[in-house]
């Protein structure tokens, strides 16, 4: 073989080669990205139904120790509605751990600084002085890997998390028994409560008798952060009018109009799911599915009657 012959066999690519080549692995990374950047938010979303399923898991062995639920914030509150002392307001009493910062029963001193995540006190307390902490062992758990810490952000998906904790306890079970949740008989009319994902209400009237299934009991919710979980005060507390986090496989309308996604709950019998619900869907409107009463309703005052009756077996002194 000529010299000649054999420059021209083993020449390199052309420019025109190279650039159909570049191209065509520019198109095949610019069609996997967005699949990959799916299944690692689906991923995520596997994670955090664990999560929540895990800290039910803990849960339920507190309760197995303690007979009841552990505390949540809203008890403090709810000792004034009895008229009872008002409890310490302090870390450690909690299940997820903060500090609540009431100092009386209607002022509120900060517990922690903002940035919530770069405050030392903040995430000396949370998770590991709540009182679940001893039986789930791994701070992990109580942050979904899609949930970024920030500034809260009102997003769908819930934006700016406080990087410590992203689920929300049931603000009404705390030191309840699961067997105080088998059912509740209405003392009074409570009418066109809301429902989920639809315009339906549901009514329930006076000496009406609800039975809880533990199936569809929402006990842990993966809670929207601009609703106190890293807004005023980043408590791991889920009242009737916080909000869920649709995280989990967003559905965009148009001009973010029907906005819908998954969110991770935790229910009563420790089975997780990830529903489907727009976003922003508020916590009464998921007490009302299953017919729990909740203290602030949609229209007019508070439902201190119904409450009163729901929450009677919180004990009246500190119970710690």
């Not at 955090?48 to 803990?58: D, I, Y």
């Not at 009895?82 to 100092?103: K, Y």
């Not at 998906?157 to 309840?176: K, M, Q, T």
């Not at 809301?194 to 039975?211: E, I, Y």
Request: proline share 8%; aromatic share 12%.
């Amino acid at each position: 073989m000529s010299f000649d012959s054999w420059r021209h066999q083993s020449r390199g690519f052309t420019l025109v080669e190279l650039l159909v080549v570049i191209s065509i692995i520019g198109l095949l990374v610019a069609i996997l990205i967005p699949a990959l950047s799916k299944a690692r938010k689906q991923a995520g979303g596997v994670v955090c139904q664990s999560n929540v399923r895990s800290l039910m898991t803990g849960m339920n062995v507190y309760v197995a120790d303690e007979g009841a639920f552990p505390g949540t914030h809203s008890l403090f509150f709810f000792q004034t509605l009895f008229g009872g002392p008002s409890w310490p307001r302090i870390s450690g009493v909690t299940w997820d751990g903060a500090r609540d910062g009431l100092q009386d029963n209607l002022s509120y001193t900060p517990p922690y600084s903002k940035p919530f995540h770069l405050d030392p006190k903040f995430t000396q307390d949370v998770p590991t002085a709540g009182t679940l902490f001893k039986y789930v062992k791994d701070e992990r758990v109580y942050v979904c890997p899609n949930d970024k810490p920030g500034v809260s952000t009102d997003t769908p998906e819930g934006g700016g998390g406080n990087g410590r904790i992203s689920y929300g306890l049931n603000a009404y079970i705390g030191y309840r028994s699961p067997d105080s949740l088998r059912n509740f008989r209405y003392v009074a009319d409570s009418l066109g409560n809301k429902l989920p994902g639809t315009n339906d209400t549901r009514s329930f009237l006076a000496g009406q008798v609800v039975t809880f299934t533990p199936a569809t009991f929402v006990t842990l919710v993966e809670e929207h952060p601009k609703t106190n979980l890293n807004g005023d005060w980043p408590d791991g507390n889920f009242n009737g009018i916080d909000q869920i986090a649709t995280r989990h496989q967003l559905q965009k309308g148009p001009n973010q109009v029907g906005v819908k996604g998954r969110t991770s709950i935790a229910y009563l019998d420790g089975h997780a799911e990830a529903p489907l619900y727009p976003a922003r869907t508020m916590g009464r409107k998921l007490f009302a599915s299953f017919g729990q009463p909740y203290i602030w309703r949609d229209g007019g005052g508070p439902d201190y009657t119904n409450m009163t009756a729901f929450l009677k077996e919180i004990p009246g002194s500190c119970p710690w």
